[in-house]
Each structure stands twice: as structure tokens, then as C-alpha cells.
């Protein structure tokens, strides 16, 4: 009877991993999600699963309020052997969206009656964290360009990397998308493909002056080089690839001495943007969204000081 028993919970077992593989298929090839998106959601379906052993005939309100309490006080190793606990409200916020989804996703297909995390409280992290780069991280960031590049194709384009990413506010896989074709250098636009693009819109960017030097100097080094691509590694002519991205980053944190990571340019080009006026419409354009929700997101790293010019301008005089 054990046996039978033991069997049966297999079988269940299985067949969420099989349900939640047809998930990914279709989120694959019928909504065409981005691959960063679907990893996404198979990091957070991994951990649900390795730390509550639910079946889907176990997949209940209970289960998931086991799983994030466990996922909240379990020990895990990180970095150099360091023992830690605990997780941001902004993790656990982000693993109940994610995993919504396909719950969801069960519900609509018959597969469960109820979302089982449909009755839990909704997380909603305040983010209070500085997101956005100060000059004085640029400045160093730029600086360790200049004094630790081996070769002229190196210091240009880490130069034109850094002010595509700071001027265009892209994210990862636009940067990596570009290629030669998408820059204009007459008209001062860049085309960024909707291929590459989380909204999966092509839009097209003003070039900053600045931008537009950086690029020019990096493209007349590079002229010799036949991919398409527009950024390369330093050794072969091909694309830099997401891994030579990463590397590119930890060495630049390595020599700057600033811990940041790729995203954050996308919050300062927003931050100061947004800091000088521009309007949210406009904002939201430039940066791809679709709700302005989420154009809302990447301007909370705004501080009072980057306001206090603002404010200074008022006067008796000026009040409307």
C-alpha cells in the first residue's frame, strides 16, 4: 500500500514538472518571451520546488506559506563560505510574481481549481535603496578605462560602452543586440530592435553629443572588423556575448572600485532625466515601457538634493 502510495506522489510529482515544461514552451514559442524572461521564471519554479517537494494535487495556500517562510529562514552559503539568512522583501515579491504566472497559467488549463497564491497578502517592497549612479561613480568608472586599458580598441570601446549605457539608458540584451547598421551617426539616432527589446517594440534614440563622439572614435577603430555586431570582444571578431559582458562589469568593479551593476545606468540616464524636467511621457518613451507604472520605478532613486535646484527656483514672484 506504501508503495502504491509512494508511486502515486511520483506520478504527481512528475507531472508538474511536465505541466510547468509545456508552460515554458508556450510562454517560448507562442508569447515569444525573451529568454531572460524565461529563465526567470525557471529559477524561481526551481527553488519553489527544491524547497517544499509539492505534488500538484499539494499545491496549496499552505504550501506556498511554507515555501516562503522556509525560503525567508533557511541558512545559505554565499560568496566565500559566508553563512546568511534572509532575503529582501523585493525577493520574495519578485518569486510570488513569477510563480503567479504559471499558477495562473494551471488555472486557466484546468490543471488546479484555485491559485494557491491568490489568498496570500501581496507583497509590496518599498524600495528606499540608491539606484542610480552619482557622478563620482562615473567619474571613477571612466577613469579606470583610461589608465587599465591594454590597447586603443579596448579604451574606445569601453568609452562608447559606458555612454551607450549611460546615454540610452538600454538594458543587457539591447546592448548586446546592437549592431554597426543601428547607429547613425548623421542624424545622431539609434535604432534599438524590438528583437532585443523586453517590449519587443523597435524604437529609435537620439544620440547625445557626447555619445556621438564616443562612438565615432570607437567605430573608426573597429572599421577593420567584419561582424555586424557593434560592440566585440578584444580577441575575436565576433559579438561580446552575455558571459564577456559579465566579465566586463567585474572588472570594472574590480578596478573602480564601484560596486554597481549594468542596470543601474538604465536608472541614472531616468534619474537625471527626469531631475531636469523631462516629462513622464516622454520618459516612458525613451525607456521602452508600456506603464508608465514601471517609468515610475526607475525614478524613485531620486534624492532632495538632486531637487533642490528645482525647488530654489521658486519665488514670490513666479508662483503661478
Known sequence: ???????????????????????????????????ATLDGYKASYVLFRKLSHVTIDSLTTEAMTNFFSVMQTRVRIVGKGIEKTGVKDSTVATYARKLNIFFEWLVRGNHIIEN?????????????????????????????????????????????????L????????????????????????????????????????????????DLEDYLEQRKHLKTPQLFVPLNADKGISSDGLKHWVDRLKRLSGVRFHLHQFRHTFASNLATKGIDAIRLLKLLGHTDLRMTQVYV??????????????LSFDNLI
Open 166 to 213: 549611460l546615454f540610452c539608458g538600454i538594458r543587457k540584451g539591447e546592448l548586446l543586440g546592437l549592431k554597426v547598421t543601428d547607429i547613425n551617426l548623421e542624424r545622431r539616432i539609434m535604432t534599438v530592435s524590438g528583437e532585443t527589446s523586453k517590449s519587443k517594440r523597435t524604437k529609435t534614440l537620439p544620440i547625445n553629443p557626447r555619445l556621438a563622439m
Open 1 to 35: 500500500m506504501r508503495e502504491i502510495k509512494i508511486t502515486n506522489q511520483k506520478a504527481n510529482k512528475d507531472r508538474l514538472e511536465e505541466l510547468f515544461d509545456q508552460f515554458i514552451f508556450e510562454c517560448r514559442y507562442m508569447k515569444r518571451l525573451r529568454p
Open 300 to 313: 524613485r532613486s531620486i534624492t532632495a538634493d538632486d531637487l533642490r535646484s528645482v525647488v530654489d527656483g
Open 116 to 164: 494557491p497564491i491568490r489568498k496570500l497578502p501581496k507583497y509590496k517592497p518599498v524600495y528606499d535603496n540608491m539606484k542610480a549612479l552619482r557622478k563620482s561613480d562615473i567619474e571613477y568608472i571612466r577613469t579606470a578605462i583610461e589608465n587599465h586599458s591594454t590597447s586603443l580598441l579596448q579604451v574606445k570601446r569601453d568609452r562608447a560602452m559606458v555612454s551607450t
